[in-house]
C-alpha cells in the first residue's frame, strides 16, 4: 500500500513499500535483495546481518527516524552476547520495518560477495560456489500419513527455501534419521548444485545448525608438483595453500615417459593412478590440518591439469596421448562423486568438477589459465605463456583465442642441467654478470643477500649453495650472452677470447664457473656448453609454439604477455627476452600472473558461473597442434639462436637502465642492425 | 507425392507414402511405426525382420505385385547363409520400397513387444526396458579440429540415433578408445535411460556389434529367502530363477529380532548388511551360470522388499523401522548403481532400481504385488493377501485401494511348529483326515502319492516324512475342525470325546497323531495344543489386519480374495477359509497369484512405464497401521476362534462336494445360526 513504510536497500538500491512488522529479511527476498541467511530467518546463523542508517536521505527522498526499526529484541540480545554483533548491526529476520528506512547490506552479507582474487589483479570473483548450507525445519512422521523422511526433508526444502527436486546418496540417507532426531528435526545440509543444473544433491547433513563452515580445494595437478589452495566456499578465502611432489616421478619424469610406462608395463597405468590418487588424500589432510578445519568438511575439489594428468587422474589409459592425433578419451568438463576418484580423505559425498581440456596436448590447466586470464576478453592482442615440462600458450584477444602446447622439456625447471635443482633452498635463482668484468654474483632461495654481499656466507650457511635452479639458469645463460661469455650461437668462448678465467675448458667445449664451493667441500656451479643447449632447445620449443599460433593469426608482433606457471612467477622478463624465449614485447607489457593455471582452479571453486564461462570459451578457442605442424619445426630450428645482444637493448633501453656494455671477440654479429629477430634468424 | 508408392504395416495399420528406393526401416521410422534395430540399419543385427505380404489386399485398398519390394542384396544374403532368415523375412534396413505394398512388422521385431507373463494371467508386459543396445559409427579424431572420443560418440548417437544428453562414468570411460579402435569406430554401447529422465547413460560398450544381449535380476529380498528371476532385457523371457536363504537368519529369524539385533550390537546393521550384500552376488553369479550367460551382462537390477529388508539392503540402520511411528528413511523409488550396494558380481555399471515403500510396515514387496496384482485397476473389490513372516495386505479397487501389514509371525512358514519344517522335501504339505474314522492321509513334498497310496513308503523313502511345514499345519488345523478333533476355540479334544486314539494326553493337554515313524527311525509327527495357539495366532494377526482394512473402507464382505506370496500358492483355499485366516468369500473367488512380488519386480525390470506407474500408484494408497490401531487389537483378540464348521460349509457346498460330517463332542456350538463370524465370536 502507498501508506506502508518505504524500504530502501544499499548499495543496490531497490526499494519497496512492505507492511509494518516485515522483517527485514523478508523484504529484502521479495526485492531479490541478495541477502544472505542459512537458517531461513531463526535468528541463530546472523548470515543476515545489516546495518540500518538513520537521518535525513535527501538523495533518496526519505527521513528515517529513530524509531524506524523494531527493538532489538531477545533473539539478537542474546546472539550479541553469546558471539558478538558489530556495533550498528541488526539480525535482518529480527529487526522489523515501522517505519521509512535504508538498509545497508554489508558485503558479508551478500551471498553473491565479491572476492579479490589477489593484489595484483583487477578482477574479483563473484562467489556462487556449487554448494551451500542452508537450515531447515523437518516435520515429524506421522505413522497415520507414512512418508520417508527424506520425502518430508524434500518437502520442507520446498516450503523454506523453494528448492525442488533434491536428492542424496546412500551415505546421506544413512546419516539423515538420526541427524534429524538428534536435531530435534532441524538440521543443516550442504546442498550440491552444479552449474546448469536443475536439481540439487544433499552431499552431508548436520543435526540442527552446523557451524564448522564448508570448504573446497583447488588443485593444480601438475607433471611434477601438486599443488592445493583450500577455500572456504562461504567467502572464497584462501585458508591454506600447500603441495607435494607427484608419486608418479619414479614412473618417469616428463608426461611422454609416463605415457610410455604405462605402453610397456601392462597396469602401469593403473599403479600411477593409484600413486597420485594417494597423493592427492595425503595433500587433502595436510593442508586440511594447516588450516584446522575437519578433512570432512571439504565438499568441493576442483582440478586442472594436462592431459596426461587428466587421464592418470581419471584412470584411464593415457596412451592415446602419446600418438597422433592424440586424441582425449573425453574432453569435456566433468562432474563426479570424489569417490569415483577414490579421494576418500575427504567428504565421502564431496564433489569432483574438473575443467575441460582443450585438446590432446592443452589440457585443462590451460583451460584454467584462460579462465584466470581471460585473453577471450582482452581488447589487445595478448600472449599468455605457461611455462612448465610442457608450455601452453595461449594468444588472442576478445576477437580470437588460439592454444597450442609446446614441448619445452624439463630444462626450463633445471632438469638436464649440469648443476641444477629443483627450487628450492640453496639453489641458485639470480644471477648478474658484470659485463666488464665478466664476474658473477648470485641469489640463492632462502637468502636476501647477493653473493657478494658483505655476510652472504653466514646467512647461506644454513643451505649452502647447493646448485643452480630454472629461473638461475635462464638469467646465468642471457647474462653469459650479455656479458659476451657466450655468441649468438650458443657457443661459450674460451678464456682468451672472453677475458675471463671463469671459461673452463671441458672436454672440447667450455664451462662458466659460477661459484666454487669445493673449498669447503660444496659443489663447483658452473653452465656447460651442453647445459645451453639444453636450454637453447627448450626456449626454441617455447618460442616456435609462440611464433606459431602468430602465424595462424597472421600477426607479427604481441601488445602483451604474460608469464604464467609457478615458474613464470619467478622469471625475470628481461632475461627471457634476451634468451629469446618469447616473442618481442615492450618490456613494461610482460608481467607474471603467478600461478594462473591455480588461481583458475580457485575461481571455478567458488564460482558456477565461471565453470559455464570457461565451458564455453574453451568450445570457441582454435587449438593447433605443433607435433605434425611443420612449420613448427622451421621455427624451432629458426629460434635456436640467442638474439644478439643489439635487439634486447635496444627494446630494454627504453624502459630500463641497463649500463652499456663491450662486446667480446665473440660478439662480431652485435654490428648488425635493428630488423627483426626471426628474420635474422634465417640468415 | 501422391505417385509414390504407398507402404502400409501390419498390425499397427500404419501407411504413407515414400519415394521408390526408401529403405523399409527408414519408413517405418518416419511414420513412427514400432520396428526394432540395434544396428541402425547396417544389415548387421537383423532386429528389423519384416514379412511382406503379396497378392490383392482389398482391405487395405491396395495390389501388391511380386517385385514391390527391391531384389534379395547381399547383405541378406550374406545374413541369411550365416545366421539363417525365416522364410519370407527381409531385413527391413535392406528392402527398399519399389512399389505399394503391405509389411507385416512380428511381434519380435518390436521394440515394444508384449511378453506374456505367465500362462494364468491376462496381463502381458510391454517392453520397455531401461537399458538398450545401439550400434553407432563414430567418427574418427582429428588432430585439426580435436574433441574427445566420447563427445564423438555423443555427436554419433544424435545424429544416428536422435539421442541426446549422454553421458558416461569413469568406467566406460575407460573401455572407451580400446573399443572405438577395435571395432573400427564402430561401437555398441548399452544405454541406460531411467524413467522419466532426459539424458542416458551410457553403461557399457563393446567393439562392433555386441551379440551377447543384456539382461536383468528381479530380485525378491524376502526375510528368509531370496529370490531372483534372470531376465533377458531385449524380450522379457525368463532365462533362470534361483533362490538361496538370507544369510540375515543367523542375526534373528524375524524382522524384529534383526532390528533387536541392530539396536543391541553397535555395527550390527554394517553386519547385516554386508551379509545380504554378499548373498546377492552369489545368487547373481549362480543364476547367471545356470543361464549360460556371463554375469557382466547383467546391466538391470531391480529389488522388492519389505521395509526392515530395504533399509538393511541399502545399508540404512533399520532401528526406527522398530518403534513407532516407524519412520523409514526414505520411501520414493530409488535409482542408483549397483556400485552403491557393492554388487561387484554383476556389470559394475548396473543399474539397480528399488520400488517405492507404501509405509514403515509395508514394503516394496507389497508396492510389486500392487503392480503385479493391479488392485487399483480391479473393477470389483479385492483382498490381496501376501502371507509371510509379516503378512502385506491390500484391499480395494479402482476407486481406492487400502494398504496394511499384519505381524503373522513365522508359524505359517512351519516355524514355531513342533514337527514344524520349511517347505522341502519329506515335509506334509496336505493332510486330509475323514471325519468318520478321524484317521488321517498326507502327502510329503517331492512325492506324488497320498500316505493311504499303495507303494507309498517306497516312492517316499527317499526323503522319509521328515515333518510339516506351513501349509500342511494349515490343512491339519482345518480338518481337525472339520473332523471334529477340535473345538472351536481350538481345543483338541481327549481320545474319549473325539472317538480316536490318535488323540495322545501330553501333559495337560492333548496332541494328535498324523503319522508315526518312530519304528523306522523317523518322527512321531504330532499336532500340538501348541501347534494349534501358534496358528490361531498367525491367523488372527491375518484376519484382523483384513478386517481393519475392510472397517476402513466400510465394507463387510470383498468380491474376491488373491492369496499371493511363494506360501499363498501352496495354502488351499478351503482350509484357509475354513482356518479364518481370510475373511468369507466365494470359493471360486480365492485365487493364488504366485509370487506377486517376484512378479512385480519382474514387471518392474521390463518396463519403464510400469515403474511410473507404480510410483503413482504407490502415492494413491491409503496406508493403514494396524500396530498402533485399537481396532485391530480388537479384531485380533476377537478372531482367535476357528470358525465353527457351518459357515465354512455353507460356503464349500455351493462350490465343492464334500462328505457331510457329524460333529463330536467338541462341536456342540455347530448349532448356531449363520450371523457373521466376528459378531458370533464376541460372544
Chains 1, 2 share one sequence.
Not at 537521518?55 to 533473539?75: P, Q
Not at 520446498?158 to 533434491?166: F, L, Y
Not at 648443476?419 to 666488464?436: F, L, M, N
Not at 622469471?571 to 607489457?589: E, N, R, T, Y
Amino acid at each position: 500500500m502507498a501508506d506502508d513504510p518505504l524500504v530502501i536497500f544499499t548499495p543496490s538500491g531497490k526499494r519497496g513499500r512492505f507492511p509494518t512488522g516485515t522483517p527485514i529479511l523478508t523484504a529484502a527476498r521479495q526485492l531479490g535483495v541478495d541477502l544472505d541467511s542459512v537458517c531461513g530467518g531463526r535468528g541463530i546463523c546472523s548470515k543476515c546481518q545489516v546495518a540500518p542508517s538513520y537521518g535525513d536521505f535527501s538523495k533518496h527522498g526519505v527521513t528515517v527516524r529513530d524509531d524506524a526499526l523494531s527493538d532489538w529484541n531477545a533473539v539478537e540480545e542474546r546472539y550479541d552476547r553469546v558471539r558478538g554483533l558489530k556495533k550498528g548491526r541488526r539480525l535482518g529476520c529480527q529487526a522489523t520495518v515501522q517505519g521509512d528506512v535504508v538498509i545497508d547490506v554489508p558485503a558479508e552479507s551478500q551471498v553473491h560477495r565479491q572476492v579479490v582474487r589477489k593484489a595484483a589483479s583487477d578482477r574479483a570473483i563473484v562467489m556462487d560456489a556449487a554448494t551451500r548450507l542452508v537450515l531447515v525445519e523437518v516435520a515429524e512422521p506421522d505413522m497415520h500419513e507414512p512418508s520417508g523422511d527424506f520425502e518430508r526433508l524434500q518437502d520442507a526444502l520446498k516450503e523454506q527455501w523453494q528448492i525442488e527436486g533434491v536428492t542424496a546418496g546412500l551415505p546421506v540417507l544413512r546419516k539423515l534419521q538420526p541427524a534429524l532426531r538428534k536435531g530435534k528435526w532441524q538440521v543443516t545440509v550442504a546442498l550440491h548444485r552444479a552449474q546448469g543444473a536443475a536439481t540439487s544433491q544433499v552431499l552431508d547433513i548436520w543435526p540442527g545448525l552446523h557451524e564448522g563452515g564448508l570448504y573446497g580445494l583447488a588443485i593444480d595437478l601438475g607433471s611434477t608438483t601438486i599443488a592445493a589452495h583450500l577455500c572456504d566456499l562461504d567467502d572464497g578465502r584462501v585458508l591454506a595453500s600447500a603441495g607435494i611432489m607427484n608419486p608418479q616421478i619414479r614412473f618417469g619424469e616428463d608426461l611422454m615417459s609416463r605415457v610410455s610406462y604405462a605402453m610397456m608395463n601392462p597396469g602401469g597405468d593403473v599403479e600411477m593412478t593409484r600413486a597420485v590418487r594417494e597423493a592427492i588424500n595425503t595433500l587433502a589432510v595436510e593442508i586440511a590440518g594447516e588450516a584446522g578445519i575437519e578433512p570432512a568438511l571439504i565438499m568441493e575439489t576442483v582440478f586442472v591439469c594436462n592431459p596426461v594428468m587428466h587421464h592418470l587422474l581419471l584412470g584411464i589409459d593415457p596412451v592415446e596421448l602419446g600418438q597422433a592425433p592424440f586424441a582425449l578419451a573425453t574432453s569435456s568438463a566433468l562432474d563426479m562423486p570424489a569417490s569415483d576418484l577414490d579421494l576418500d580423505a575427504i567428504n565421502p559425498q564431496a564433489q569432483v568438477y574438473i575443467l575441460p581440456c582443450i585438446a590432446g596436448h592443452v589440457g585443462a590447466d590451460a583451460a584454467a589459465v584462460a579462465l584466470s586470464e581471460e585473453p577471450d576478453r582482452s581488447e589487445d592482442l595478448v600472449l599468455i605463456v605457461d611455462v612448465g615440462t610442457n608450455a601452453e600458450i595461449l594468444l588472442g584477444s576478445k576477437e580470437k583465442v588460439l592454444a597450442c602446447s609446446s614441448p619445452t622439456g624439463p630444462a626450463f625447471e633445471g632438469a638436464q642441467i649440469s648443476s641444477g635443482q629443483r627450487a628450492a633452498p640453496g639453489a641458485i635463482e639470480r644471477v648478474e654478470i658484470d659485463p666488464t668484468t665478466k664476474e658473477p654474483r648470485f641469489r640463492i632461495i632462502g637468502c636476501d643477500l647477493w653473493s657478494d654481499d658483505p655476510g652472504f656466507a653466514e646467512a647461506s650457511a644454513a643451505t649452502g649453495v647447493t646448485g643452480i635452479c630454472g629461473s638461475g639458469i635462464i638469467e646465468a645463460v642471457a647474462e653469459m650472452r650479455l656479458a659476451g661469455i657466450m655468441d649468438a650461437t650458443g657457443l661459450i668462448g674460451s678464456p682468451g677470447q672472453v677475458g675471463t678465467p671463469r671459461c673452463e675448458a671441458t672436454d672440447r667445449t667450455h664451462a662458466y664457473l659460477i661459484h666454487d664451493g669445493s673449498a669447503g667441500g660444496g659443489p663447483r656451479i658452473t653452465v656447460t656448453q651442453g647445459d645451453i643447449r639444453a636450454i637453447q632447445l627448450a626456449k626454441s620449443a617455447l618460442y616456435a609454439g609462440a611464433r606459431l599460433l602468430m602465424d595462424e593469426l597472421g600477426v607479427d608482433h604481441v601488445d602483451r604477455v604474460t608469464l604464467a606457471g609457478a615458474f613464470g612467477a619467478h622469471i625475470s622478463p628481461k632475461h627471457a627476452m634476451v634468451l629469446g624465449m618469447i616473442p618481442d614485447a615492450p618490456l613494461d607489457k610482460v608481467t607474471s600472473a603467478g600461478n594462473a593455471a591455480g588461481h583458475g582452479a580457485r575461481i571455478a571453486l567458488c564460482s558456477r558461473a565461471a565453470r559455464t564461462r570457461i565451458e564455453d570459451a574453451v568450445r570457441k578457442i582454435h587449438k593447433v597442434e605443433t607435433a605434425v605442424e611443420p612449420k613448427f619445426q622451421e621455427h624451432f630450428v629458426n629460434a635456436s639462436a640467442v638474439p644478439n645482444a643489439v635487439d634486447p637493448f635496444d627494446i630494454l633501453n627504453s624502459v630500463v637502465t641497463l649500463p652499456k656494455v663491450h662486446y667480446g671477440a665473440a660478439g662480431g654479429d652485435g654490428s648488425a642492425g635493428g630488423g627483426r629477430r626471426r628474420q635474422r634468424q634465417r640468415s
